[in-house]
């Protein structure tokens, strides 16, 4: 019996000195199944995008109707404040999981997106006049009202797993 209960003990112990190493490895390499197995790391990028762009169709909606060109600058602050209840949404979201978002508009990338497409020489809005670009908006005169056609921002997203930051151009389309 003795004998018997040596070699039970025996075994066990080469079993688990053969087990250690895989144990170790499992360790030392991690495993979250979110990330390796989902594969949908900037998924929180795409969330702000799809927000943002929810967000900047309703607060342009109406613009033109409601905004000769005279008073774009009105527009454009009525635009932004529709914007800025999205924006804090956005922002609170999903901190409880871990997930941060910093946004904020981004005047320089506007202001090359209208110059871009908006070129009275060239692009599909030749017919219309310049556009002019101000806070992170675009507007364009169009037979003497406010049309929105973009805004610009950055945004920063930091999760467990990092940190990403770009710039999201939302073009709205009215027609």
Known sequence: MK??????????AVVAVALAPAVFAYLQLGYSADVAASGDYDAPVGNAQRVLSRGVH????????????????AAIS????SLQPTIDALRSSR?????????????????????ERCATTRGPN????????SRGIV???????????????DVHVTTERGRNEVTVIVPYDDG
Do not use: K, M
Request: hydrophobic share 40%; proline share 1%.
């Open 139 to 153: 507007v364009q005169n169009r037979t003497g009202e406010t049309h929105v056609l973009a805004a610009a921002f």
């Open 58 to 73: 309703g607060a342009a909606t109406g613009i033109p109707s409601s905004y000769r060109w005279n008073r774009r600058e």
């Open 126 to 133: 030749r017919q219309f006049g310049a556009c002019e670009a």
């Open 3 to 12: 004998n018997r209960a040596q070699l039970v003990l025996t075994a066990a």
């Open 78 to 81: 009525a635009v932004r404040a």
């Open 95 to 115: 901190v409880e999981s871990g997930t941060v978002y910093q946004v904020a508009y981004n005047r320089s990338a506007a202001q090359a997106w209208g110059d």
